[in-house]
């Protein structure tokens, strides 16, 4: 894919696309045509992205943390990760999980740039566990796939924008004057070191009742990963961000620090295409028109074919995109 020659719908060349026919169709009306499936992998070891040492914070100082007294500066103290490589063990879990999934859809952005292409739509990330066995170490699979699209008419920019919009969005987006600016990523890990015999709720074990460290475990890292997304958003120069996944999940460790201890973490995951408005209500630049073509024989004019604006020949450049 990377290496061939490019190939579009209308270069009478072979061309694949996970595209829908609807999303083709989409695309084929605000002037973009695939050029090709692209993919992108990365495979780490598991101990990498699930092996972390003892937090090493308690459930007072936790709860302390996220109340409302120290809102601002939520996450003080606490072992807090974010792929910025903040200080303490789950800074290297929420690291790995950033890299592995940036890493898989820059290869995947590459490859759409050796077709010749202007981005990736419907961009689909997946992250799989691959179990150890008797003869190999358990690792964890990132996975995108999507498909290359250019502009017809168009050069490719200095970088391809890579999206999970479908083909219908994508349209609707440049319809209205948007343009995707790439994939953005909020990734954080916070741990907690687990206080089985006592929490701030009474003894473990008394009943149905809320467990307030945990609750606010998961506050902490909810808002954080939400810091990181709007900090990956402002990188690629976007103006805001469509999400379309949140994830939230916890796990429990056995305390490396502590024998017989056990370290709970929690770890959110937010993703969404980052959106850059190239031409609005009050723009120097008009709204690109949908190709009508007229019927009859008197009617035989070729239809008008789409040039976004921001560049006399070409897409507008965002700088780095991902």
Not at 17 to 29: K, M, P, T, W, Y
Not at 86 to 104: C, F, K, N, Q, S
Request: proline content about 7%; some cysteine; glycine content about 16%.
């Amino acid at each position: 894919m990377g290496g061939g020659p490019s190939t579009t719908a209308g270069s009478g060349g072979t061309w694949d696309s996970a595209l829908s026919v609807g999303d083709f169709a989409a695309i084929r009306s605000v002037g973009f045509e695939p050029t090709g499936q692209v993919f992108g992998a990365a495979v780490y070891y598991l101990s990498t992205v699930m092996g972390a040492g003892c937090p090493g914070t308690s459930a007072d100082q936790l709860l302390r943390d996220v109340s409302p007294e120290a809102s601002e500066t939520s996450g003080r103290g606490l072992t807090t990760g974010s792929w910025h490589g903040i200080a303490g063990p789950a800074a290297r879990v929420a690291r790995a999980l950033y890299e592995g999934r940036r890493t898989a859809i820059d290869r995947m952005t590459g490859q759409c740039a050796g077709l010749g292409g202007h981005g990736v739509l419907g961009a689909a990330l997946r992250v799989r566990e691959i179990p150890a066995t008797s003869l190999t170490a358990g690792a964890i699979e990132f996975t995108v796939v999507g498909t290359a699209v250019r502009a017809t008419g168009c050069p490719p920019p200095a970088r391809p924008f890579a999206s999970d919009l479908s083909g219908h969005d994508f349209a609707k987006l440049i319809v209205a004057g948007w343009v995707p600016a790439g994939i953005a990523l909020g990734i954080s890990v916070a741990g907690l070191h687990d206080e089985l015999v006592t929490t701030s709720s009474g003894p473990w074990g008394t009943g149905n009742a809320e467990v307030p460290s945990y609750t606010a475990l998961l506050i902490l890292v909810r808002q954080d990963a939400r810091r990181r997304l709007e900090q990956a958003v402002r990188g690629t120069g976007a103006d805001g961000v469509v999400v379309s996944a949140m994830t939230l999940r916890t796990w429990s460790d056995s305390c490396h620090a502590h024998p017989g201890g056990t370290d709970r973490f929690a770890e959110a995951v937010t993703t969404g295409t980052a959106i850059a408005q190239f031409a609005g209500p009050h723009g120097t630049a008009p709204l690109p028109g949908l190709v009508v073509v007229h019927l009859g024989a008197e009617h035989q004019a070729a239809p008008t074919r789409f040039t976004m604006p921001g560049q006399e020949t070409g897409l507008p450049d965002h700088g780095p995109l991902g």
